[in-house]
């Protein structure tokens, strides 16, 4: 079991950066891949990006690749999405997963593959 809390949200303008941070309870964070997910209202669920378990393989949605980073802590049990040159089409509720599985096809953000999700965090980007 574990528990994950976002932070970080808020309310930005375009072309400004933001860093989400996702903290996770339980002492096995490290053998989990972790995806940020984000929501917009009206709108699917759909994947921004995710890493596994030790850093070393990374996926982005086409969207965000070039402007957002996904990176982790393990010693912190935090993973963290950089979001630069924000965009009014990136604002959304953005949620962080945990996932068992480390394939790449759950690196690709199959939402079946998470485990566990956090509450979320809203990002709002105004033009």
């Known amino acids: 079991q574990v528990q994950l809390v976002e932070s970080g949200g808020g309310l930005v303008q375009d072309g400004d950066s933001l860093r989400l941070s996702c903290a996770a309870s339980g002492r096995t964070f490290s053998i989990y891949a972790m995806g940020w997910f984000r929501q917009a209202p009206g709108k699917a669920r759909e994947f921004v990006a995710a890493?596994?378990?030790?850093?070393?393989?990374?996926n982005y949605a086409d969207s965000v690749k070039g402007r957002f980073t996904i990176s982790r802590d393990n010693a912190k049990n935090t993973v963290y999405l950089q979001m630069n040159g924000l965009k009014p089409e990136d604002t959304a509720v953005y949620y962080c997963a945990a996932s068992y599985d480390n394939t790449w096809r759950c690196l690709r953000g199959a939402p079946n593959c998470y485990n566990y999700w956090g509450q979320g965090t809203q990002v709002t980007v105004s033009s």
């Open positions: 890493i596994n378990w030790n850093g070393a393989s990374t």
